[in-house]
């Protein structure tokens, strides 16, 4: 073995381990990329529907707003309607309570000591 054996075996030595590194370093490098590659996939779907999100909103939130003045005069109407009912039933009440009372005021004017009698 001469001196340029000793070279030429470093230098051969070298070059293997440099091609074995390349070897291992080439996968990791294209599960690297291949890893980029879903993160951006996936940035790009959550993007898309947050954006989709984001206009449903916008279109629900028009709807109410457009909605909101029928809802408002369909509630007045109604309660309008009850209120009517209640103070007509009210008066009724009302009127049926008078009567009865006075029925009873002139049953006990005429015979004050009797007031079993139902009017």
Known sequence: MGPHSKITMKI???????????FVAAPL?????KDTTVK?????VAHNVGATVKKAGSGTKAEVKRDAPKVDTA???????????VEKAAS???NAAKATGKKIKSIVKKDPKDTTKTP
């Open 75 to 85: 509630a007045r109407k109604t309660g309008g309607g009850v209120k009517h009912g």
């Open 40 to 44: 951006q996939k996936t940035e790009k």
């Open 92 to 94: 009724a009440t009302k």
């Open 12 to 22: 051969r030595f070298l070059l293997g381990a440099l091609i074995a590194a390349g």
């Open 29 to 33: 490098h294209a599960q690297e990329k």
